[in-house]
């Protein structure tokens, strides 16, 4: 498990490549890279505030607790804070497990949490001033799925 | 001393992010209390529902006792990123 929290951009394509490597028990990994949107043009930069320490820790619980849910071999999580502008890369999630369902829901799950619940500040700088962000109703919605018991599968 | 740090939008409330106190609050409610006192904007912003304290990276249940060379974080609600 890796947890990064950076000022500093990242490719993508090399943490993949990375991640991807020397894994022969691996059936399937699975990414997922959040891009900053220009809102049409609504959104000059993003400003996003972290509490280096606390922030990888938080979602290094949830990332554990994602490894165990879904069986998963490996997760990385990759994500910037500070002044980001659009199409710049924000996050990026990869996991890997021996089969492809358990790598695609626990990306999907973690990806649900990362928007929604953890340790993160938004402020959105345009033509229109300055603005903190909230999770959408959306994101919220989309992070409570994961909240309800699993359906118990019948024999 | 204890170190104080504000995010989000606590910080713009108060007008700085990080300072440092040279005397140690005894609790978590009394320091709550001191930088309220100070700064109504911000005693509006901590009094907001969702706002939660961290004493040394780790969440606050409660009040708690602040020790020397502590480090207070104030968190609103937390948006994600």
Redesign the interface.
């Known amino acids: 498990m890796d947890i990064r929290l950076q000022i500093e951009p990242f490719d993508p394509g090399a943490l993949l490549t990375a991640f991807s490597e020397g894994r022969l028990e691996t059936g399937a990994v699975v990414s997922f890279t959040g891009l900053m949107r220009a809102e049409g043009g609504e959104a000059d930069t993003l400003e996003l505030d972290a509490y280096p320490g606390f922030t990888e820790a938080e979602i290094g619980r949830t990332a554990a607790a994602a490894v165990a849910r879904f069986g998963l071999q490996d997760v990385l999580v990759a994500h910037r804070y500070g002044v980001m502008a659009p199409g710049e890369p924000i996050v990026f999630v990869a996991t890997a497990a021996a089969h492809r369902r358990a790598a695609f829901e626990a990306a999907d799950h973690l990806m649900d949490y990362l928007k929604s619940r953890a340790p993160f500040w938004k402020r959105s700088r345009g033509p229109s001033g300055d603005r903190w962000i909230e999770p959408t109703t959306q994101d919220r919605q989309d992070a409570a799925r994961w909240d309800a018991p699993e359906p118990k599968e019948t024999p | 001393m204890a170190r104080v ?1 504000l ?3 606590l ?1 713009d409330a108060a007008g700085w992010r990080e300072r440092t106190l040279a005397e140690v609050p005894a609790t978590l409610s009394a320091l709550r209390a001191l930088l309220s006192a100070e700064t109504p904007r911000l005693a509006e912003a901590l009094a907001r529902p969702g706002v939660q304290a ?1 004493v040394d ?1 780790t969440l606050a249940r409660g009040d708690v006792a602040l020790t020397q060379g502590c480090e207070v ?1 104030f ?7």
């Not at chain 2, 968190?75 to 990123?81: C, D, R, W």
């Open positions: 740090l995010f989000g939008m910080g961290a990276k974080a968190l609103p609600p937390m948006s994600g990123g």
